[in-house]
């Protein structure tokens, strides 16, 4: 695998989530990666659907803002996604993001109710953030729970092959030294999504 798009939805490039960013996209390059970053709430686009835009995608017509975002994405093999967890979810401007980019007739059809994957062959990675420690978000259920209906209703849905989920919890209070830890993490799974075939 060669060409990795990323999907960034934090608002703040400064974050530590940012610095996640940083490393993962070095590492990416320091192994000869194409990579295509894609800072969500940087870019010149509504994340709302609204109605005309809905029914034209049933239609398989969108705006040239989405066709652009679409070309990325059959660019890529792999897309990253990397977030911290707002109110047990991406930030609102990344679901928005994927209301949008992730279209009908464009990443799923339907026949009937039966969903039809297009993204077959595409890999989608996880790497996401939590101010809970991560024993109290793996003990409460939560971390399985979210990581399911993620690969279920996104993945899954998509036909995207979905590679293991990095989580890293209580990034608020950990020291600096935990977090090059944790950074240390990000570029040993970069380094597997390298090797991958």
């Known amino acids: 695998m060669n060409r990795f798009l990323i999907w960034f939805m934090h608002p703040d490039r400064q974050s530590f989530n940012g610095a996640i960013l940083d490393t993962y996209a070095d590492e990416l390059k320091k192994q ?15 994340p709302h659907l609204y109605r005309e835009e809905y029914k034209a995608s049933i239609e398989g017509k969108y705006p040239e803002v989405i066709k652009n975002e679409h070309d990325k ?8 996604f990397i977030f911290p967890l707002w109110w047990g979810s991406f930030p609102a401007v990344g679901k928005g993001f994927l209301d949008r980019v992730l279209s009908y007739g464009f990443a799923y059809e339907l026949d009937g109710e039966t969903p039809v994957p297009r993204m077959n062959g595409k890999k989608a ?3 996401y953030t939590t101010g809970t420690p991560n024993k109290e978000f793996i003990e409460k259920g939560s971390k399985q729970r979210i990581e399911e209906t993620w690969k279920e209703e996104i993945f899954d849905f998509c036909g995207f092959d979905c590679l293991p989920f990095l989580h890293f919890g209580d990034v608020i209070q950990a020291s600096d030294t935990k977090r090059q830890q944790m950074l240390e993490k990000v570029r040993k799974y970069a380094r597997k999504h390298t090797d991958m075939r």
């Open 125 to 127: 990675a996880v790497i």
């Open 73 to 80: 994405m059959k660019w890529a093999e792999v897309i990253t």
């Open 32 to 46: 000869g990666k194409e990579i295509d970053i894609r800072t969500i709430a940087d870019l010149d686009m509504s």
